[in-house]
């Protein structure tokens, strides 16, 4: 009965073949994810693995949320594409802004003035004229000149589920005002942007204008509703001030020349009023149509679909006001040809699709068919794509560079280190004791041996805390910690455990044993880390205790009790770390600074170092111009720390991105977050080899076909005599 259902079914299945082979000899591969209409355009694949969380800019803080924000919103400045070190340039602004300054009478300084005498900074800020907003609902008006989607009506809401259901967008022109009230916006007690304390301290009036602030929401909610509308445009802010249509000025405290760093982030983005007041209607908070959803600015580019257990989708701007690639940069770029672009209108890509990738090796096995244009090195495919050289320098493998694939390295501007409370009472304290068992701890965890089993060798020993391309570090011999390291054969080598336990026994912990008790020391390491390769990872770094004789104790709890044990200062050691997010030396050095500790006042200094004589340097450099000077200071307070090694320094990770050869104009920039539309791809050579990587093979389906037919021949040869014999029989009959 089977065979005789097979055999009707032949045919059908015959002609299935032949359809899939016909649609293998088109052209286009069988296991393309993408519609065919989009084979050839210019359309940018990339991926997400996390949701971004906000994408109102005075609220997002993170790497994944300032992947779509900072082609959106536009600051007055930016991080040049292609010059190193980092260097600012304008963005919507007409020129970077510089500080003069003012004394306590708001008298004028001269710009050499001592830090001392400054009062004030002043900063002039002038953007260009005819900038234009992203369509968007709520800047449409009716014929009254009436905004037409501000009080929309139940009846109206109904109808409306996402942003593209309203029927009409419009625009405007980009004014100084529209800064002005995302700063006022740091201030909001409904937003609590992560910035507002640290702003707090520089704006002229911030933190009294939030109390202002919170004083008018609280009796808005009590007299009106809990939905009450806050107009910050009632509102004055004294150090941010309005000068005309196209300038404003921002008054700080004292000096701060990285203030102007801030003025790059997407917190110093423009929002238009408008925005707020439209998506603070209840209805629409109620269908999560809000700024934290669909970000309203002048960039590039603009969200045209949010759908996080999907896809998002950035599409050009139409009314971007345009932007030119840049005609300089650093001496070999143009070797590279980073330069071929020069003076031409950005942006050059049309779409970016944004996938969901939940797992590493799905996406990896696309980005080899050609269904990724570009690519991060995990764990799992290290070995497949990466080769050391005996000098040690990471190269591609075969395989990669057959594929045409490109390798770009840098060193992050960032740290991952180990950090020692230093209000323990074993391991913290200033005493000469506690500091001899950190120096020795610090010797004898290999961290060199931990960057080549846990980071594939992808990351450069830390010697301090500020990484190589931030003023203030120092390569050679004379940047070397001198506590940890020798300097031998050009390169630093660590010191000997031996050099390790000498330290301990002077600490009073001979053969890792207190000297008074006889009893083994017992430390505690307190972590979150879950899963295999945290496991792996402790255990590595009892073994590295275990040089010393010490005892290593794991205390592992939920993410929730170990933030509460580092603000409590419960914690003992910890894994820490901290990335840029500007290129100054104060953005690593602060990490270190007293008043700014995790315990008290939840800073990020987590380790709760506190040396006078450090804190004092600190605030006399982190008001200094980069110079001679500002150097010699730097290097005293490194002095001071790697001698009081409240941390184990760790190193700073080395990024590894793979891309394909259509895809251009690829440089790291570790400050930049906006450089997609410096990104140029080709798509006709990516359909080419997409077609030729990815060609159907037919062959094992043939061999398959042949047997199903070699099984199947006599069942056909007895069913047609059967049914020729029947047929005969009602001819006959």
């Known amino acids: 009965m089977q065979r005789k ?27 393309n994810p993408y519609p065919a209409r989009d084979d050839s355009r210019n359309i940018l694949y990339s991926e997400f693995s996390e949701r971004p969380k906000h994408l109102d800019p005075i609220r997002a803080y993170s790497s994944n949320e300032y ?30 802004p510089v500080a003069r300054y003012l004394d306590k009478d708001r008298k004028n300084l001269p710009d050499d003035a001592p830090a001392e005498l400054i009062a004030y900074s002043v900063y002039d800020v002038s953007i260009q004229q005819g ?37 009409q967008s419009a625009s405007r022109e980009l004014v100084a005002s529209d800064y002005v009230y995302q700063i006022k916006r740091l201030a909001h007690p409904r937003l609590n942007s992560p910035i507002f304390g640290v702003m707090s301290d520089y704006i002229v009036g911030l933190d009294s204008y939030a109390k202002t602030l919170k004083a008018a929401y609280d009796k808005g909610r009590k007299e009106a509703a809990d939905d009450y509308y806050l107009d910050l445009q009632q509102y004055d802010l004294e ?18 020349p990285q ?23 209840p209805g629409l908070v109620d269908k999560n149509i809000t700024l934290d959803w669909y970000p309203v600015g002048t960039g590039p580019y603009m969200l045209s679909e949010n759908n996080p257990n999907l896809r998002m989708v950035l599409q050009r701007n139409p009314n971007f006001h345009g932007e030119l690639y840049p005609a300089e940069g650093e001496r070999e770029d143009g070797e590279a040809g980073l330069l071929k672009d020069a003076g031409k209108p950005l942006p050059f890509i049309d779409k970016v699709i944004y996938n969901l990738e939940k797992e590493t090796i799905p996406y990896w096995n696309k980005f080899l068919q050609g269904y990724y244009d570009t690519s991060g090195v995990s764990s799992d495919s290290f070995d497949q794509a990466i080769r050391f050289t005996g000098e040690g320098e990471a190269t591609l493998t075969d395989e990669m560079k057959a594929k045409g694939i490109d390798l770009l390295t840098a060193v992050t501007t960032s740290i991952s280190y180990v950090g020692f409370n230093m209000q323990d009472k074993v391991i913290g304290g200033d005493s000469e004791r506690s500091r001899k068992l950190r120096q020795a701890i610090a010797i004898a965890v290999d961290i060199e041996e931990l960057i080549a089993i846990f980071a594939n060798g992808r990351g450069v020993p830390a010697q301090g805390p500020i990484p190589g391309g931030i003023f203030g570090h120092v390569d050679g011999e004379a940047g070397i910690n001198q506590y ?28 890792g044993r207190d000297e008074k008790t006889g009893k083994p020391l017992l430390l505690y390491f307190d972590t979150a880390m879950t899963g295999p390769d945290a496991k792996a990872y402790l255990n590595w770094l009892r073994k590295q205790f275990l040089k010393l004789n010490i005892q290593l104790v794991i205390r592992n709890t939920d993410y929730n009790r170990f933030q509460e044990k580092m603000l409590k200062g419960t914690s003992q050691i910890f894994r820490w770390g901290w990335n840029a997010d500007y290129p100054d030396p104060e953005n690593f050095l602060f990490l270190l600074y007293g008043p700014n500790k995790k315990v008290d ?40 720390v790697r001698r009081d090694a409240p941390w184990i320094f760790g190193y700073h990770p080395k990024g590894f991105s793979l891309h394909h050869a259509w895809y251009q104009n690829s440089k790291p920039n570790l400050m930049a977050n906006n450089t997609l539309k410096y990104k140029r791809i080709d798509p006709v050579l990516r359909q080419q080899k997409r077609t030729e ?20 021949a006599p069942g056909i040869v007895t069913y047609i005599r059967k049914e020729h014999h029947v047929s005969n029989r009602s001819t006959g009959s």
């Open 5 to 31: 259902v097979l055999i009707r079914r032949l045919p059908a299945l015959l002609l299935m073949c032949v359809l899939v082979a016909q649609t293998g000899c088109d052209g286009r591969s069988l296991n």
């Open 131 to 167: 900038i234009q907003y992203q369509p968007h609902p709520a800047f449409v008006r009716n014929e009254e000149n009436r905004f037409l989607y501000h009080q929309l009506s139940d009846e109206a809401l109904d109808k409306i589920h996402r942003l593209a259901d309203f029927k």
């Open 484 to 511: 940890i390291y020798n300097w031998e054969g050009n390169r630093p080598k660590r010191k000997s455990v031996e050099e390790g336990k000498r330290l301990l026994a002077e600490a009073g912990y001979p053969n």
């Open 239 to 256: 150090g941010v001030q309005v000068l005309d249509k196209y300038r404003f000025q921002i008054t700080i405290e004292g000096k701060y």
């Open 601 to 640: 006042v939840n800073g990020e200094n987590a380790a709760n170092y506190d040396n006078p004589a450090y804190n004092r340097l600190f605030e006399q450099m982190k008001a200094m111009d980069n110079g001679v000077q500002r150097q010699a200071v730097i290097d005293k307070m490194l002095e001071i």
């Open 67 to 96: 992947v779509f924000l900072a082609q959106i919103y536009e600051p007055v400045v930016q991080y040049h594409y292609l010059k190193r070190p980092y260097e600012l340039a304008p963005l919507a602004g007409t020129h970077v």
């Open 259 to 281: 203030f102007v760093y801030w003025l790059a982030m997407p917190f110093f983005a423009p929002m238009p009023p408008e925005a707020e007041r439209f998506y603070s209607q």
């Open 693 to 712: 990587w990815n060609k159907p093979q037919f062959f094992p389906l043939m061999v398959i076909l042949l047997v199903v037919l070699f099984m199947l």
